[in-house]
């Protein structure tokens, strides 16, 4: 079925659909009749490659690879749709679209509104206030989101206005809009921090619990950041406790939307599944029963498809990807690259910088699903052998992931801001870079100081 929507898709008209179908239809009986011969794969491969760069989806390259291999290797491919099936028995695989979905109907409704006018009642009288509010809110909106992008999206018409009203320079305000929100994905319950979890196999608990402090770091790096090139206050706006109070308590169901998942995860009252069953139920009710700014017949249907579209991919090439995983460790391509590593690099500080920069390269060329799905098994094991936690190795790699989204000039999020803000690319690059260099610091901080990212696991155990 997937196959027949793909040749649909391939033009509007019918000569790209036949050229398509024809092509799948000639590999079909090529994989059947030729899968035995020696030159069978580097052809099928070259192929799929270049499929890929014609815009074949995430999930054919990788699913298409493993077949491949398995058949060249006369394996029965059966394996790849059975790893596959075995990767929804995961007890903990429930939470990511049930906390997807908790972040899509909090995104829908008047939320981002309501946040933005919080934080700007409680720090807009301060110097750098607005940069604060910021911060504040692109963290907190990231973290149930999992998205950077949608952050930049959903935030970014209403916090560029309000920094530049209080005396932001617009390079300074574009930055901060753009990176306010990175340390967002190492904040509970980031998808991509639930997912990182499932594919290393560390306890999610324990993944919140060792993130929580380097993005504390980043953060406040960022807010520092902030403060420093807000203009002086010229008139200072009184601190106004009734407005403030004001503002909270019309947030106030959003506010308690954090607390719903970590006081239930931490208190030991539930599981993270449970936990993300609860948060996606209370969000419900608060956006369609309570506040009903959705509606059941119209809002509500729809933001679930589009949640269910974004958390449907992602199951699939984490599948696929897994069984294009299980072929590397078959045929000990792990092995490999482990002694090779290990060989080259005699030092565990040369090892985290040259992570680094291999995470940051990825980070600017791979979304952070398909990244982590694909780097994680490969390098779980090499960092093992250099003495580095999965819980450090977590952090580190979705910090740089999400750092790759920031880095000029094929930054993901400078392409959404280019679209929200109507922005030429170079403008927003130099926009971005001092933010960015800033945040590259924070980043080599959280890699070489592991303790903030294992010390509260390893207290709490």
Same mark, same amino acid.
């Given at each position: 079925?997937?196959?027949?929507?793909?040749?649909?898709? +391939?033009?509007?008209?019918?000569?790209?659909?036949?050229?398509? @179908? &024809?092509?799948?239809?000639?590999?079909?009986?090529?994989?059947?009749?030729?899968?035995?011969?020696?030159?069978?794969?580097?052809?099928?491969?070259?192929?799929?490659?270049?499929?890929?760069?014609?815009?074949?989806?995430? =999930?054919?390259?990788?699913?298409? %690879?493993?077949?491949?291999?398995? !058949?060249?290797?006369?394996?029965?491919?059966?394996?790849?749709?059975?790893?596959?099936?075995?990767?929804?028995?995961?007890?903990?695989?429930? @939470?990511?679209?049930?906390?997807?979905?908790?972040?899509?109907?909090?995104?829908?409704?008047?939320?981002?509104?309501?946040?933005?006018? #919080?934080?700007?009642?409680?720090?807009?009288?301060?110097?750098?206030?607005?940069?604060?509010?910021?911060?504040?809110?692109?963290?907190?909106?990231?973290? =149930?989101?999992?998205?950077?992008?949608?952050?930049?999206?959903? *935030?970014?018409?209403?916090?560029?206005?309000?920094?530049? %009203?209080?005396?932001?320079?617009?390079?300074?305000?574009?930055?901060?809009?753009?990176?306010?929100?990175?340390?967002?994905?190492?904040?509970?319950?980031?998808?991509?921090?639930?997912?990182?979890? $499932?594919?290393?196999?560390?306890?999610?608990?324990?993944?919140?619990?060792?993130?929580?402090?380097?993005?504390?770091?980043?953060?406040?790096?960022?807010?520092?950041?902030?403060?420093?090139?807000?203009?002086?206050?010229?008139?200072?706006?009184?601190?106004?406790?009734?407005?403030?109070?004001?503002?909270?308590?019309?947030?106030?169901?959003?506010? *308690?939307?954090?607390? #719903?998942?970590? /006081?239930?995860?931490?208190?030991?009252?539930?599981?993270?599944?449970? @936990?993300?069953?609860?948060?996606? &139920?209370?969000?419900?009710?608060?956006?369609?029963? /309570?506040?009903?700014?959705?509606?059941?017949?119209?809002?509500?249907?729809?933001?679930?498809?589009?949640?269910?579209?974004?958390?449907?991919? $992602?199951?699939?090439?984490?599948?696929?990807? *897994?069984?294009?995983?299980?072929?590397?460790?078959?045929?000990?391509?792990?092995?490999?690259?482990?002694?090779? /590593?290990? %060989?080259?690099?005699? !030092?565990?500080?040369?090892?985290?910088?040259?992570?680094? $920069?291999?995470?940051?390269?990825?980070?600017?060329?791979?979304? /952070?699903? !398909?990244?982590?799905?694909?780097?994680?098994?490969?390098?779980?094991?090499? %960092?093992? +052998?250099?003495?580095?936690?999965?819980?450090?190795?977590?952090?580190?790699?979705?910090?740089?992931?999400?750092?790759?989204?920031?880095?000029?000039?094929?930054?993901?999020?400078?392409?959404?801001?280019?679209?929200?803000?109507?922005?030429?690319?170079?403008?927003?690059?130099?926009?971005? *870079?001092?933010?960015?260099?800033?945040?590259?610091?924070?980043?080599?901080?959280?890699?070489?100081?592991?303790?903030?990212?294992?010390?509260?696991?390893?207290?709490?155990?």
């Amino acid at each position: 079925l997937m196959a027949v929507r793909l040749v649909r898709n +391939a033009g509007t008209t019918p000569g790209p659909r036949v050229l398509v @179908a &024809t092509a799948a239809a000639a590999m079909l009986v090529l994989a059947g009749t030729a899968a035995a011969h020696a030159w069978f794969v580097p052809v099928a491969l070259c192929v799929l490659v270049a499929a890929a760069v014609a815009g074949a989806p995430v =999930f054919v390259a990788l699913g298409g %690879a493993a077949l491949i291999l398995f !058949s060249g290797d006369g394996v029965p491919i059966a394996s790849v749709a059975l790893d596959h099936y075995r990767l929804f028995g995961h007890p903990s695989l429930p @939470a990511i679209p049930l906390f997807t979905l908790a972040g899509y109907l909090l995104a829908e409704g008047g939320t981002p509104r309501r946040l933005v006018r #919080v934080f700007d009642r409680l720090f807009g009288g301060l110097r750098g206030g607005a940069a604060l509010a910021t911060v504040a809110c692109c963290v907190l909106f990231m973290c =149930f989101t999992g998205a950077s992008g949608v952050t930049v999206v959903a *935030l970014g018409g209403l916090l560029l206005p309000m920094l530049i %009203a209080a005396g932001h320079r617009e390079r300074n305000a574009l930055a901060l809009v753009i990176g306010s929100g990175l340390p967002g994905i190492l904040i509970a319950p980031s998808m991509p921090l639930i997912l990182y979890a $499932i594919v290393a196999e560390v306890n999610i608990t324990e993944m919140f619990l060792g993130a929580a402090l380097p993005a504390t770091v980043l953060a406040l790096l960022v807010a520092v950041w902030g403060v420093r090139h807000a203009p002086r206050l010229r008139h200072r706006r009184p601190f106004d406790g009734r407005r403030a109070w004001r503002a909270v308590r019309a947030a106030g169901w959003e506010l *308690l939307t954090p607390l #719903v998942a970590i /006081v239930s995860i931490f208190s030991g009252y539930a599981t993270p599944v449970e @936990a993300a069953a609860l948060t996606a &139920t209370y969000t419900f009710v608060v956006t369609v029963l /309570v506040r009903r700014e959705l509606s059941w017949s119209t809002d509500l249907p729809r933001v679930m498809a589009e949640c269910g579209l974004m958390v449907g991919g $992602i199951l699939l090439i984490l599948g696929v990807a *897994l069984g294009f995983t299980n072929y590397l460790v078959d045929a000990q391509v792990t092995d490999r690259v482990l002694e090779w /590593v290990t %060989a080259s690099i005699d !030092s565990r500080w040369t090892f985290l910088l040259a992570l680094n $920069i291999l995470l940051l390269v990825v980070g600017c060329l791979m979304d /952070v699903y !398909s990244a982590v799905i694909i780097m994680t098994p490969l390098l779980v094991p090499v %960092a093992l +052998a250099f003495g580095v936690s999965p819980i450090h190795l977590g952090v580190i790699f979705l910090a740089n992931l999400e750092l790759g989204f920031l880095t000029p000039p094929v930054g993901m999020n400078l392409f959404f801001a280019a679209y929200r803000f109507d922005k030429p690319m170079p403008e927003l690059c130099r926009a971005v *870079l001092p933010l960015a260099a800033v945040l590259a610091a924070a980043v080599l901080v959280v890699t070489y100081v592991p303790w903030l990212s294992t010390a509260v696991p390893t207290l709490l155990r």
